[in-house]
């Protein structure tokens, strides 16, 4: 059976939602589509189509660069941990982020505008050429698949509508689907202006109404444990190191990329990203509150005791919320996430397109082919990331591997060849980039299918005996050896290459 079906205690939560929060989401659904259909005939080029003809400006990017980054997996996700853990879900998981987030807007953003790429591929293609071109592409179009949003979609949907998962995966990411075919980047910036503001408002809405439900602020210190409110949680110190890690993706993400080479200047980039951290951290602090308050409505009560951890937010604000709040709610945690899964879809979609068909299949591409395949990518990527969504037990640890596919592949030959010019050579990124991709699928693999599902840790374990010693390794540690692996492999392919020119 499909692992989301296998959601416990979510349908025990459903609620009855009236005909006015019915009529809230159907509004804000039909009013994304008619946004994608309205741009639909705007584009003039693929650049047009693809990065909004390069004039996106600091207000857009704001909007869009929050709303894109926060989904339901942030929502889900750190409510998730923060349920489970405590404020750990900000000061070990969202923290570390923000100090990426400053290096992105002071050091890489400023060094990519002074480039004319389209793409994160195309830096490869310039550094270590074609091979590693294709290999970064891949890595970037598996990491872009919209998953984790359609993973949100089916919780929501089974959750809220009492729609089995899938059904939900289909309709509610369909509709994002729709818009980003029809509209291209201009409807995924316009949407996620608006999206924005309801990710605001459904935020604004949650506090008091949950603190109305579990008593206030104190019954948290009254019900909880004291490791909920330990900045390290109960967790180790190896699992705190692995989920900060994954913010490290700033430094390489796709879609952040797209949105430096859309901005109209580097100026731009730098002050919506240091107005995004701002708005970040408060938003994540908000997420772990809630998640908190979530755990305590459980132990009292309030919503059902063994309802899954990355469904308990839902499953209080169902109880909290009234008539009208409940189906704007509804409609904010759907902005939330369709303006995530419409920007990964359409980098996906890219990739397909600008990385891998024009310079392998078509390399004299008109703008309308270009534009053609990268609608068949999108689609493309929408189906494969349907068929991952529902392959995975829970939300935060598939993250950690979409996370850790990107960082093995591509962050040592990017960085490197961004700031160290001497490390440009084309067998090394091949070298490095192909074997961070295949260590990240083989060593999640073994640990996945020759491992076992921990319930307390919510991950897959995989006990290694070695050298007298028994160890126990987590999905979430892969990162910690295919990194080294892909810094090893671009050694190697220095070694090797100044071995050839000496």
Avoid at 152 to 159: I, K, N, P, T, V
Avoid at 274 to 303: E, F, K, N, P, S
Wanted: charged fraction near 15%.
């Amino acid at each position: 059976m499909l692992a989301l079906l296998a959601l416990g205690g979510i349908a025990d939560s459903m609620v009855e939602i009236g005909i006015l929060d019915w009529s809230i989401i159907a509004i804000y659904l039909t009013g994304m589509v008619t946004v994608g259909a309205l741009l639909a005939r705007r584009h003039a080029d693929f650049d047009d189509f693809f990065l909004a003809g390069r004039a996106l400006t600091t207000p857009i990017l704001i909007t869009t660069l929050i709303s894109t980054y926060y989904g339901i997996d942030v929502l889900f996700g750190s409510s998730q941990l923060a349920y489970t853990d405590g404020v750990v879900a900000w000061f070990g998981y969202a923290r570390p982020t923000y100090l990426f987030f400053l290096i992105a807007a002071f050091v890489v953003a400023r060094r990519l505008r002074h480039e004319d790429f389209r793409s994160l591929p195309e830096i490869l293609e310039r550094y270590y050429g074609g091979g590693t071109r294709n290999v970064g592409a891949l890595a970037s179009f598996l990491y872009s698949l919209p998953a984790l949003s359609l993973y949100g979609f089916g919780l929501l949907a089974e959750l809220l509508l009492g729609w089995p998962p899938l059904v939900g995966m289909a309709v509610l990411g369909g509709v994002a689907l729709a818009y980003t075919l029809t509209g291209g980047f201009w409807a995924v910036a316009l949407t996620d202006s608006i999206q924005f503001l309801m990710m605001c408002v459904i935020l604004a809405i949650a506090v008091p109404y949950g603190l109305q439900v579990v008593g206030g602020f104190d019954s948290l210190f009254e019900h909880l444990e004291p490791y909920y409110f330990d900045q390290m949680g109960d967790l180790s110190v190896l699992l705190v190191i692995a989920y900060a890690a994954t913010g490290l993706t700033v430094l390489i993400e796709p879609t952040f990329y797209q949105r430096i080479f859309a901005a109209r200047s580097y100026h731009n980039v730098r002050n919506a990203l240091l107005a995004g951290i701002v708005l970040w951290g408060a938003y994540d602090w908000t997420v772990t509150i809630v998640g908190m308050m979530a755990r305590t409505a459980a132990i009292q009560g309030a919503i059902d005791p063994g309802i899954a951890p990355d469904a308990s937010l839902m499953a209080m604000m169902t109880v909290a919320l009234p008539a009208g709040m409940l189906g704007f709610f509804i409609a904010g945690v759907l902005a939330t996430e369709m303006s995530t899964l419409d920007s990964y879809c359409l980098v996906a979609g890219g990739n397909v397109a600008y990385d891998l068909y024009k310079p392998i299949l078509k390399p004299d591409a008109s703008d309308a082919d270009l534009i053609r395949a990268t609608r068949l990518g999108v689609l493309l990527s929408w189906v494969i990331g349907f068929a991952m969504a529902a392959s995975f037990d829970q939300m935060l640890g598939l993250w950690v591997f979409m996370a850790s596919i990107l960082m093995s592949t591509l962050l040592v030959p990017i960085l490197l060849g961004l700031y160290v010019p001497a490390c440009r050579r084309p067998l090394a990124g091949l070298i490095s980039s192909v074997s961070g991709l295949t260590s990240t699928a083989l060593i999640n693999a073994i640990i996945v299918l020759g491992g076992r599902y921990v319930d307390e840790e919510e991950t897959f374990v995989f006990q290694l005996d070695l050298w007298g010693g028994s160890y126990e390794i987590l999905q979430e540690y892969a990162m910690f050896f295919t990194v080294p692996l892909s810094a090893l492999g671009f050694v190697l392919g220095l070694a090797i290459d100044r071995r050839r020119r000496g």
